[in-house]
């Protein structure tokens, strides 16, 4: 058996995906109300296009992409446009949305879409069909998809990496969506590859999914260019840097991307929405969301629409076994905590994670014990206990010559510190502010 590819660093936080990894994706009722964000992909926001009182109907563009980094958003729901307003939004704060009332009916916008039967010929016209459909990397970054499928003249891409680790614990929509929508995301991967023109690709895999692992092989078994690798089972396997050296033995400079190695990463979920926008002329409109939690009576992975409060998502799993402590989008290493259930699903939420109020307390730092154990696994090779405490002294420009924005914000130091330490919000904090002061000059 060939050896599981990884890379140096890393943990290994316990999984809890046993409830959800046989769960097969439910498709979840239409949502009667939705609130759809203007801005749920880095870079700029939408613009709207609609007024209130407008009719829509479902996959219509709603909000038009403002700028290269940007991408339009969508209708997921037929009904009447009835506020554009600031409203509750995951990464925080109010920030403007389209409220539309459904009617209940899914009445669909006719799409235009390229011939099943032909192989896309034009890659401008693929990438701008994916740029229109407002296609976003769904592993939670939301990067916009025709960017990273639009590389600089001046770098050659050789490699895709088509990413299937999902090693964020709890999350299993990933792992459903190889199981039960293979062929789709390969055929997404197949046309990844004709953009780019990409002499080989890989899909990488981590081996606690043994049944997705099994499924992409066999889609994959006549295609001579994609090759699927098992990974081992460690955290964070899926970022972007480590699947690249994990598979290719090629490391991201500091500050540099994928392609400064010849590399272009995207999410299996990502593959399966350029199939249903470049063959189906789908827009994205929905997304599989895990939705999960020790407290949540039937965790389930659902194929929801965007804009569906995480309330609903809850209701729809038979609620809570008792009051909840904390709902994070997302999952417990990298997730964001709510302030609200009210706040909408938007392209980069990949679970809803529900915890009790006994997981949700946030222990009381004590101090460094010098052990290096946040060294020995932080996957980006930095110093986080001498970068602590460097920010702990708001010495700014020395955590800067030492790295701190390289760190991923994965979470491993915060964990594994037997002391407590938030180390992640400590970076968090000290990004911002060189970010901040380099900018002003």
Same mark, same amino acid.
């Given at each position: 058996?060939?050896?599981?590819?990884?890379?140096?660093?890393?943990?290994?936080?316990?999984?809890?995906?046993?409830?959800?990894?046989?769960?097969?994706?439910?498709?979840?009722?239409?949502?009667?109300?939705? #609130?759809?964000?203007?801005?749920?992909? $880095?870079?700029?926001?939408?613009?709207?296009?609609?007024?209130?009182?407008?009719?829509?109907?479902?996959?219509?563009?709603?909000?038009?992409?403002?700028?290269?980094?940007?991408?339009?958003?969508?209708?997921?729901?037929?009904?009447?446009?009835?506020?554009?307003?600031?409203?509750?939004?995951?990464?925080?704060?109010?920030?403007?949305?389209?409220?539309?009332?459904?009617?209940?009916?899914?009445?669909?916008?006719?799409?235009?879409?390229?011939?099943?039967?032909?192989?896309?010929?034009?890659?401008?016209?693929? @990438?701008?069909?994916?740029?229109?459909?407002?296609?976003?990397?769904?592993?939670?970054?939301?990067?916009?998809?025709?960017?990273?499928?639009?590389?600089? +003249?001046?770098?050659?891409?050789?490699?895709?990496?088509?990413?299937?680790?999902?090693?964020?614990?709890?999350?299993?929509?990933?792992?459903?969506?190889?199981?039960?929508?293979?062929?789709?995301? #390969?055929?997404?991967?197949?046309?990844?590859?004709?953009?780019?023109?990409?002499?080989?690709?890989?899909?990488?895999?981590?081996?606690?999914?043994?049944?997705?692992?099994?499924?992409?092989?066999?889609?994959?078994?006549?295609?001579?260019?994609? +090759?699927?690798?098992?990974?081992?089972?460690?955290?964070?396997?899926?970022?972007?840097?480590?699947?690249?050296?994990?598979?290719?033995?090629?490391?991201?400079?500091?500050?540099?991307?994928?392609?400064?190695?010849?590399?272009? #990463?995207?999410?299996?979920?990502?593959?399966?929405?350029?199939?249903?926008?470049?063959?189906?002329?789908?827009?994205?409109?929905?997304?599989?969301?895990?939705?999960?939690?020790?407290i949540v009576r039937e965790p389930q992975n659902l194929r929801v629409r965007i804009g569906t409060p995480f309330?609903?998502?809850?209701?729809?799993?038979?609620?809570?076994? +008792?009051?909840?402590?904390?709902?994070?989008?997302?999952?417990?290493?990298?997730?964001?905590?709510?302030?609200?259930?009210?706040?909408? @699903?938007?392209?980069?939420?990949?679970? @809803?994670?529900?915890?009790?109020?006994?997981?949700?307390?946030?222990?009381?730092?004590?101090?460094?014990?010098?052990?290096?154990?946040? #060294?020995?696994?932080?996957?980006?090779?930095?110093?986080? $206990?001498?970068?602590?405490?460097?920010?702990?002294?708001?010495?700014?420009?020395?955590?800067?010559?030492?790295?701190?924005?390289?760190?991923?914000?994965?979470? $491993?130091?915060?964990?594994?510190?037997?002391?407590?330490?938030?180390? @992640?919000?400590?970076?968090?904090?000290?990004?911002?502010?060189?970010?901040? +002061?380099?900018?002003?000059?």
């Open positions: 058996m060939p050896r599981k590819k990884t890379f140096p660093g890393g943990g290994h936080p316990a999984p809890n995906k046993g409830r959800t990894q046989v769960s097969m994706i439910l498709d979840m009722p239409l949502p009667q109300r939705v #609130v759809i964000p203007l801005h749920q992909h $880095t870079g700029a926001p939408a613009e709207p296009i609609v007024a209130v009182g407008d009719q829509v109907k479902t996959g219509q563009k709603i909000g038009e992409a403002q700028g290269y980094i940007s991408v339009p958003v969508h209708a997921s729901i037929s009904g009447t446009v009835t506020a554009i307003e600031p409203h509750l939004h995951p990464l925080g704060g109010r920030l403007p949305a389209v409220i539309i009332e459904g009617d209940g009916l899914d009445t669909w916008v006719e799409q235009p879409a390229l011939d099943k039967q032909k192989s896309p010929s034009d890659p401008k016209t693929v @990438v701008e069909t994916i740029r229109e459909a407002g296609i976003v990397g769904l592993g939670g970054a939301a990067f916009p998809t025709h960017v990273k499928l639009s590389p600089p +003249e001046d770098k050659s891409i050789d490699t895709f990496i088509l990413n299937g680790a999902e090693c964020e614990p709890y999350l299993t929509a990933d792992h459903r969506l190889m199981v039960e929508n293979s062929d789709q995301i #390969v055929a997404g991967a197949k046309i990844i590859l004709q953009i780019l023109g990409c002499r080989r690709g890989f899909i990488g895999i981590e081996t606690n999914k043994p049944d997705a692992l099994a499924a992409m092989r066999e889609q994959v078994r006549e295609e001579p260019n994609l +090759e699927v690798v098992a990974l081992q089972v460690k955290y964070p396997q899926g970022a972007e840097k480590q699947l690249i050296w994990a598979i290719t033995k090629r490391e991201v400079p500091s500050g540099g991307l994928p392609l400064d190695v010849g590399c272009v #990463v995207q999410n299996v979920g990502t593959a399966k929405a350029i199939y249903d926008a470049v063959v189906g002329g789908k827009p994205l409109v929905e997304r599989v969301v895990t939705v999960t939690g020790p309330s609903d998502l809850i209701q729809q799993c038979r609620g809570t076994t +008792e009051q909840p402590g904390k709902l994070i989008m997302g999952g417990p290493m990298m997730g964001l905590a709510q302030v609200s259930d009210q706040a909408p @699903v938007i392209k980069g939420t990949s679970g @809803v994670l529900v915890l009790p109020p006994g997981q949700s307390v946030i222990p009381e730092a004590q101090t460094c014990i010098s052990c290096a154990r946040c #060294v020995d696994t932080c996957p980006m090779k930095l110093v986080p $206990t001498e970068l602590g405490k460097l920010i702990q002294r708001s010495r700014f420009q020395e955590a800067d010559k030492l790295g701190v924005l390289d760190c991923m914000e994965c979470g $491993t130091c915060s964990y594994i510190c037997p002391s407590k330490i938030n180390l @992640v919000h400590l970076f968090k904090f000290a990004k911002a502010k060189i970010l901040s +002061e380099k900018r002003k000059n």
